[in-house]
C-alpha cells in the first residue's frame, strides 16, 4: 500500500510590541504594568523549528511519506486562511510540484479556515490535532482506549459541522419539501450528540470497573508508582525492565496508549504496581486529556510519580514543561515525584561520566540495563506506605509458614539458630510485622 505524501506547513507569529509614542505619563505607566504582567514566562519554549521538527515525527509515526515543508512568519494569524492568500497559493503550487496527497497544519485550525484551504490547494488538509487523534485511533488496542478515543474525536468533528458542503444543506430541497423539517447539519449534530452520550456511558463504566479495582488493591498496603513523561521518552522500555512485562516499545510516537499495570519488588522485599501511561506532548489537545482522564486516574492516585525525560534530546527541558502542566491540568503537580533522564547511553562518554544523581533524579539507561538497581532503591526510600521498620525476631522453627513469610517479605541482614528457634535482625513492612508481632525481641 502506497504511503501518503504530507506536505507540512510550520507558522512562527513574531508579536510586535506597540511603541507607545505619544502616551501620556500615565498612560504609559498603565501600558508599562499591563507588559510586565503579560511578559513571557522563564518557562522553556519550543521554536517554529523545533515545532515543525515534532510535526515531522507525528506525520511519520501516522505512516506518511514527507513530501515536502514549509515554515511561514507572521505577525498575527490571517483569519480566513491562518497563513494570507498570497502564501497559500505558494504552498498549493509547492505541494503540487511534489504530488502531496495531504497537508498537515502545525497549528489548530477553524472549520472555515480548513474549508478556505482545501479549495485553493485542492488536497486534504488536517491540522496538528486531528493528526493526533488519528495516531491515537491507529493505537488503541483495548476497547477501553478506543472508547476514549473515538470520544476525543466526535468532540473535535462537532463544532466543525458546520459549512463541510452540499451534503449539509436542506432535507430534500425543492417545491413540497419547504417546510419545518430539518437541515442535515441538524441531523447529523443530533447523530454525533447521542454517540457522544454513548461512548460517555461506556467510559463511566469503565471508571466504575477500574473504581471498584482500585479499591480492592487499596484494601492491600500496595502503592502504586505512575510512570508518565513526554511522548517517546522511553517509558514503556523502562517499565519492561523493572517488571519484566512485555509492552510495545517502539520508536513512534503514542506507542502506548492503553494503560499497563505491573507487580514490582523492591530491594526492601515491597511489592508496589507500576503504572505505564500514555505518553504526554506538546499542545496535548484538551479533548485528549478529558476523554483520556479514565486511563490519568492511576496518576491522580499514585503514591509517587516517575517523571520520565529523554537525556539524549537536545528539547528535553521544554519536553519536561510541557510535562508539568499536564501533571497540573491532571490535578497532580504537587505529587511526590522522582525524576529519571533516560537514554543515558546515547549521551557522548565524556557527558555521561560527568552525570550525578541528587535526592530528586536518576540517570538511568532501560534499553542497557544501567542504573535499575539505584532506582528500585530510590523508589524504595520514597515510598511511605507500608513503611519498613528494623526489629529483631525470635521464630520457633516450627513455625515454618512464619519464616517463608519473613524470606519473602522482608530484608534479612542476620540469621542464627538457637535452642530450637531462629533468631533474626530484618528489615519488615509494616503489615507483616503486626502479624510477628508475638516474636519480636524488645
Known amino acids: ?21 505619544g502616551l501620556t505619563p500615565g498612560a504609559q505607566a498603565a501600558r508599562d504594568v499591563s507588559l510586565a504582567k503579560t511578559k513571557p514566562t522563564s518557562e522553556p519554549q519550543f521554536t517554529a ?10 506525520a511519520i509515526s501516522a505512516g ?55 479549495q485553493v490547494v485542492h488536497a486534504r488538509v488536517i491540522d496538528r490535532t486531528q493528526l493526533i487523534l488519528d495516531i491515537f485511533a491507529t493505537h ?22 458546520t459549512g463541510r458542503g452540499v451534503e449539509m444543506s436542506q432535507l430534500g430541497g425543492g417545491i413540497g419539501t419547504r417546510g419545518p423539517g430539518e437541515t442535515q447539519l441538524e441531523t447529523d449534530r443530533r447523530k454525533i450528540y447521542r454517540r457522544i452520550r454513548h461512548v460517555k456511558e461506556q467510559i463511566e463504566n469503565v471508571r466504575r470497573i477500574r473504581a471498584q479495582q482500585r479499591q480492592r ?52 522485599k515491597r511489592k508496589v504496581l507500576l503504572s ?32 520520565v525525560s529523554d537525556a539524549s534530546s537536545p528539547l528535553s527541558s521544554e519536553q519536561d514543561a510541557q510535562v508539568d502542566r499536564v501533571l497540573k491540568e491532571l490535578e497532580a503537580g504537587e505529587k511526590p515525584r522522582l525524576h529519571i533522564k533516560n537514554k543515558i547511553d546515547l549521551l557522548p562518554p565524556k557527558q555521561r561520566d560527568s552525570l550525578r544523581d541528587d535526592s530528586q533524579t536518576v540517570h538511568v539507561s532501560a534499553a542497557k540495563g544501567i542504573g535499575l538497581s539505584t532506582l528500585l532503591d530510590r523508589i524504595d526510600q520514597a515510598l511511605s506506605e507500608d513503611a519498613t521498620a528494623h526489629v529483631r ?28 528457634a531462629v533468631e533474626l535482625e530484618a528489615e519488615v513492612p509494616e503489615s507483616l510485622a503486626r502479624k510477628l508481632n508475638e516474636w519480636v525481641v524488645s
Open 1 to 21: 500500500m502506497r504511503k501518503e505524501r504530507a506536505f507540512l506547513v510550520g507558522l512562527d507569529y513574531r508579536k510586535r510590541r506597540a511603541s507607545g509614542k
Open 217 to 268: 488493591r487499596e484494601s492491600v498496603p500496595v502503592a502504586t508508582v505512575a510512570l508518565v513523561g513526554y511522548t517517546n521518552a522511553g517509558k514503556s522500555t523502562l517499565f519492561n525492565a523493572l517488571t519484566n512485562a512485555t509492552v510495545l516499545e517502539s520508536p513512534r510516537m503514542f506507542a502506548t496508549l492503553d494503560p499497563t499495570l505491573r507487580s514490582v519488588a523492591l530491594p526492601s
Open 393 to 420: 525476631l525470635r521464630v520457633p522453627q516450627k513455625e515454618g509458614k512464619a519464616l517463608a513469610m519473613l524470606e519473602a517479605r522482608s530484608r534479612i541482614y542476620s540469621r542464627q539458630y538457637k535452642d530450637g
Open 140 to 161: 488503541a488496542r483495548t476497547r477501553e482506549g478506543q472508547l476514549q478515543v473515538e470520544l476525543a474525536q466526535l468532540d473535535y468533528l462537532l463544532p466543525r459541522l
Open 276 to 307: 505505564d501511561t500514555v505518553g504526554f506532548i506538546r499542545s496535548l489537545p484538551h479533548a485528549l486529556v478529558s476523554s483520556f482522564r479514565a486511563t490519568l486516574e492511576e496518576v491522580q492516585r499514585a503514591a509517587l510519580i516517575l517523571q
Open 64 to 118: 506518511a511519506e514527507i513530501a515536502g515543508e514549509l515554515l511561514q512568519r507572521r505577525d498575527r494569524p490571517d483569519p480566513a486562511t491562518l497563513i494570507g492568500r498570497g502564501k497559500l497559493e505558494e504552498i498549493a503550487g509547492a505541494a503540487a510540484s511534489v504530488s502531496a496527497d495531504l497537508l498537515l497544519f502545525d497549528h489548530d485550525l477553524t472549520a472555515s479556515q480548513q474549508r478556505n484551504i482545501e
Open 49 to 58: 523549528e523545533e515545532s515543525l521538527g515534532e510535526l515531522r515525527d507525528l
